[in-house]
């Protein structure tokens, strides 16, 4: 598992900086740079709801395919720690995994 710190406080997965769901999926297979990556498992957060049957968790499953990435292996994330970028994102195209780094 990978340790996550998420700073998109706009999804309704992110809570305290961790994610609340049990898995991730990176998109951006053609990626030769972060920004032409987006976290996929992005959800707006509603004004007014709150994630209250989830729990945050720093260390979660990342499906990655973004193949030219140098910690994918096998289409998942073994970077030791990944951060997922994209303060104030509407829609997933306005995240972009920070680590992300080309082979």
Not at 51 to 70: F, G, H, Q, R, Y
Request: proline share 1%; aromatic share 4%.
């Amino acid at each position: 598992m990978t340790k996550l710190v998420c700073s998109v406080d706009t999804c309704a997965h992110n809570s305290d900086h961790y994610c609340c769901k049990g898995k991730i999926q990176i998109e951006g297979e053609r990626a030769e740079m972060a920004s032409s990556t987006c976290c996929a498992s992005f959800d707006e957060k509603k004004q007014g709801c709150k994630n209250s049957t989830e729990i945050p968790d720093e260390a979660l499953d990342v499906s990655c395919a973004a193949v030219k990435c140098m910690y994918n292996k096998n289409e998942m994330c073994h970077a030791g720690k990944i951060g997922i970028a994209g303060s104030g994102a509407r829609k997933m195209d306005q995240t972009e995994c920070a680590t992300f780094r080309m082979e």
